[in-house]
């Protein structure tokens, strides 16, 4: 757990916003190295992690993807060296007056979102949530050195620092989708002494949270057989208690529905149940809002499974995950690719 946690920690005060997502790339190369037997970067800046199956050339090829950017803000306008911004995602306004932020500019620069008072604001926008044309970051400069040190189109992350909780929980920024790829890179590890009959390619996705493009074009220049998608899903909370939402602690959730190929949601439950893995089932009725519905459709159409990691407030700078459920996360996906016979796609039709 302590290896784990050191490695979230550490890849959760990587900005990496959508688009930019460079720096994380570079620290999961790092880590990934000794895991897999070739490294390799898409032409959108996906990273490709290929670890070689045991059963005779050619074999099949199954793609485990998580997501590795962030949500954030991008500078739109400078005035009187004060930042005007908008959304990179989907960022709620409502949680952004008073948030420390970075803004990386020539160099990073300390910032905080502030609103004007209401009376200065239009009438009747004063009365809730302040939207994002209101909000403005303050980096506490004079607008002569703002003027030389910020552009329109930097980026603004999020600067808070991830907390441990009681009850082996952490809170902080970027955790959606950053546990996903703590979990991937969990399962790759315990493959070391593992044997799996398939080629397996770990692919850290980007651009998720903006238009699912680094995913769909991975699948397409890797054509996998298969695709297990890992992402993050609504933990239960205060005001959050209905059949979309998902116990912390209670290990990760097992998508079902039209994105989700049947044979391989019951090929993960049946592993689960056998593993005693604590896992839900999440109905999906439309879609799984995740890379998963690119790859899907991807080529003639790739055969796609959902697993996700419940967390409490996403898309907010104080996320919540349990340990627990990206450790099992880990090893369910782990498992599942050990267990993987080489004909396992022979004779599959969508009811099977």
Known sequence: MTELLSFLKAILMIPGLSGHETQVMRFLEDRWSP?????????????????????????????????MDAIGLIVTRIEQGFLHIDAIGGVDPRVLPGQAVSVHGRRDLPGVIAMPPARLLPPGTGDGAIDLPHLLVDVGLPPADVANMVRVGDLVSFESDPVEMSGEFVSGRALDNRVSLAALTLCLEELQDRTHTWDVWAVASVQEETSHAGAAASAFQLRPALAVTVDTTFAKGPGADDWQTFE??????????????PALFHRFKELAEDLEIPHATEFMPTTSDT??????????????????????????????????DIQRCGRLLAEFVASLEVDFLQDWTWDK
Do not use: F, W
Request: overall charge negative.
């Open 35 to 67: 895991s897999v037997d070739e490294l390799s970067c898409s032409r959108l800046g996906s990273l490709h992690g290929l670890k070689n199956g045991s059963s005779p050339s050619p074999r099949p090829s199954m793609l485990l993807t998580a997501h």
């Open 248 to 261: 912390l602690g209670q290990g990760p959730t097992l998508g079902y529905g039209p994105n989700i190929h």
């Open 291 to 324: 890379d998963g519905m690119a790859i899907q459709v991807t080529a003639e159409g790739i055969p796609n499974m959902v697993l996700s990691i419940p967390i409490r407030y996403i898309h907010t700078p104080v996320e919540m995950v349990a340990m627990s």
